[in-house]
């Protein structure tokens, strides 16, 4: 059984290869918005090199460090959601991605309302 490991904006890359190293039994719930907001600017490489040890990922905007880190809805911050996407599609990886909102909700709008902009966003990167 594979163990996934989730973190937020305190670990580095390096904090992944460690935990790895420990167990082939050790994996990583990534969260792709808080490996963002952390500072890490290599996420597309990051992927790539973990793909086989990535239990599953968490898919949401967030502005880097230098950016003030703030969740932003799709397309507005800086994690690469498209290219990310369009890797995961090209290289065939089977890890699930789990659509995150956790951005402040817009008036006039709900949160199903807005996870169906995420999911359009997302199909548009993968057309």
């Avoid at 967030?62 to 969740?71: D, L, Q, V, W, Y």
């Amino acid at each position: 059984m594979m163990v996934g490991y989730h973190a937020h904006t305190q670990a580095l890359p390096t904090t992944w290869d460690e935990a790895c190293a420990q167990s082939p039994y050790n994996g990583i719930n990534l969260d792709l918005g808080h490996y963002t907001a952390a500072g890490n600017k290599d996420q597309i490489e990051f992927v790539k090199k973990h793909h086989d040890r990535i239990t599953s990922m968490h898919l949401k905007d967030r502005k880097n460090k230098e950016h003030g880190e703030a969740n932003t809805p799709w397309g507005e911050g800086d994690t690469p959601l498209k290219e990310v996407l369009q890797l995961m599609k090209k290289e065939g990886y089977k890890f699930p991605a789990t659509i995150e909102v956790e951005y402040p909700i817009p008036d006039g709008s709900d949160s199903v309302k807005e996870v169906g902009k995420c999911l359009a966003y997302a199909k548009a990167a993968l057309a």
